[in-house]
T-cell receptor, first 115, second 112 residues
Framework: GAVVSQHPSWVICKSGTSVKIECRSLDFQATTMFWYRQFPKQSLMLMATSNEGSKATYEQGVEKDKFLINHASLTLSTLTVTSAHPEDSSFYIC???????????FGSGTQLSVL | GENVEQHPSTLSVQEGDSAVIKCTYSDSASNYFPWYKQELGKGPQLIIDIRSNVGEKKDQRIAVTLNKTAKHFSLHITETQPEDSAVYFCAASTGTASKLTFGTGTRLQVTL
């Protein structure tokens, strides 16, 4: 199988605080992980590509200092939303590529609500 | 960069009928085309994919067709069931080192 676990599934935080979201590949090694953001009734918007042991590559318009990505091992990538504000409220989803296969497997998503 | 268009945005069918969702892509170098199903509040789930060296692929009630010349590919769901109700996304990429570009999604509703 190819299972990607994402945690937490939902989080509510106060404006100005930081939130960390974890993405783990449970039964395979993921050299590349991706982080997406999804607004209600819209498609997935790629935020950044994360390769194990190297700095993440951010898409145009995504603030790297705002959305910190760490891919410390072949099975774990984290996204930290720093100094969160209400406009950061969204559904965040990670995905992982299994080896050199083109297939991408997605986590279950994290609903972030910033008050 | 790649641009993927998806139609229709919403689709309502009666249980047992077939559903067809169509996508077009712009980059002729794209060679991998997956389809994802997303239920409310969950992450997308890969349901079927096709590579450019294949014209059609089938998995039980689900099939995907690819026309490289016209740069379009379609998802076909036969004998639809209420549990098929979800949002479906098509996507395209140019290979293992590249990112997926997603379509805008189709909300499928299967009515009894």
């Amino acid at each position: 199988g190819a299972v990607v676990s994402q945690h937490p599934s939902w989080v509510i935080c106060k404006s100005g605080t930081s939130v960390k979201i974890e993405c783990r590949s449970l039964d395979f090694q993921a050299t590349t992980m991706f982080w997406y953001r999804q607004f209600p009734k819209q498609s997935l918007m790629l935020m950044a590509t994360s390769n194990e042991g190297s700095k993440a590559t951010y898409e145009q318009g995504v603030e790297k200092d705002k959305f910190l990505i760490n891919h410390a091992s072949l099975t774990l990538s984290t996204l930290t939303v720093t100094s969160a504000h209400p406009e950061d409220s969204s559904f965040y989803i990670c995905s992982a590529r299994k080896g050199q296969d083109e297939k991408l497997f997605f986590g279950s998503g994290t609903q972030l609500s910033v008050l | 960069g790649e641009n993927v268009e998806q139609h229709p945005s919403t689709l309502s069918v009666q249980e047992g009928d077939s559903a067809v969702i169509k996508c077009t892509y712009s980059d002729s170098a794209s060679n991998y085309f997956p389809w994802y199903k997303q239920e409310l509040g969950k992450g997308p789930q890969l349901i079927i994919d096709i590579r450019s060296n294949v014209g059609e692929k089938k998995d039980q009630r689900i099939a995907v067709t690819l026309n490289k010349t016209a740069k379009h590919f379609s998802l076909h769901i036969t004998e639809t069931q209420p549990e098929d109700s979800a949002v479906y996304f098509c996507a395209a990429s140019t290979g293992t080192a590249s990112k997926l570009t997603f379509g805008t999604g189709t909300r499928l509703q299967v009515t009894l």
